[in-house]
């Protein structure tokens, strides 16, 4: 085994910032009011526990104001999609993806839209903005909600504060989860673009208060997290198999509450510093983009990817199998690159039970991707290991 070892994602926290953070959290200046986005903007803001919460608590809104009981859903997502919207007690529908931006597929997505869809959720994996017009203009034609789970792609929001209304979103969701733009282990909401006021009154009758012991753990976990992100150090966790780093866990059972006030004072110094966090991102995306033009006859190129903020690097591979011998190779060299989710929804084996539709695209996607690790971390040794294990397995034009 490796000794350095790069995580999957993530950035760097400086013990500066967790002081400071728990010393506003001590004084008890909260900053629930802050406009994320953009400070001259009104967005309405909701902050809870986690992206999943987020998702829970809006399906539970809009079920209030609609007797509808779909949601349609990416057939290959985390799924923790999946257990939001059963816990909100509706209907998951799967529609395929396109694989050139893991967008939904539209030509299935006009066949599984209906009167009876109460949502459609769009998420927008890795941090790649696919074109919804389309889709958007087949939502207003059912009068179902449009929904943007910009978990991975939320640095692209924080980068370019006009994107959040050309998107054609009703709502969006965030997440500072494990792996995300804003990487803190706790924390997530609800950006509403819808300009309801019965959102508003919804979500001011949440009254599922984090306690304390949630709140020290928030910090505790950022102090693991800020440790263990270090290369020599990461191998660390990643041997310690109750933690799960790196597998995809199903729960219903997660819990919902508000955000931790430290969280959304570190999320403030955090922003601070954002922009040379992303450039770092967007400069390894172009290297690793070069890297692979010499071998991209084995690959199904995807959408461009040079002018995103990615949290990770996408690769499909055209040969299943060599995805498999790559991606075990590089994590032999102590490259941090992963499968993602290793079923698409329908298969994942908590939820065979709901005997939902097999999508062929979400099949192959599960079977052929890849992803790299593109944070600050990465440096010019680990992309000569990745182009190393590459060239030897894939001919060179």
Known sequence: MTIRYLPPAGHKIYWQEIIQAVIKSLLKKYTYKQDLISP??????FFVNSGTSAIYILLKYLKSISNRQDVLIPAYTCPSVVAAIRKANLNPV???LNPFDFSLKFEDFINKISDNT?????VELFGILPDNRKLVKQTRIHNSYFIGDAAQSFGNYLLDADLI???GYDFLIFSFGRGKPLNLLHGGGIISLDQDSR???FTENFTAKINSYSILKSIFNTIFYKLFFNPYFYNIPRSLPFLNLGKTIYRSDFEVMSISPYILNLVELIINRNKSIIQYRMRHT???NSLLEPVKQHLFITDSKDTYDLIRFPILFKDADLRDKILHDLTRNGIGATGLYPFP???QPE??????EHCENAEFISKSILTLPIHENLTNTDLKKIEKVLYKYLSIN
């Open 286 to 288: 172009n290297e690793i």
């Open 351 to 356: 939820l065979k039970i709901l005997k939902l």
């Open 345 to 347: 929804i329908d298969v």
């Open 94 to 96: 799967l529609c395929d």
């Open 40 to 45: 001259e903007s009104a967005h309405d803001y």
């Open 165 to 167: 209304n050309n998107r």
């Open 199 to 201: 959102f508003n009154e």
């Open 118 to 122: 109460l949502a459609v959720l769009q």
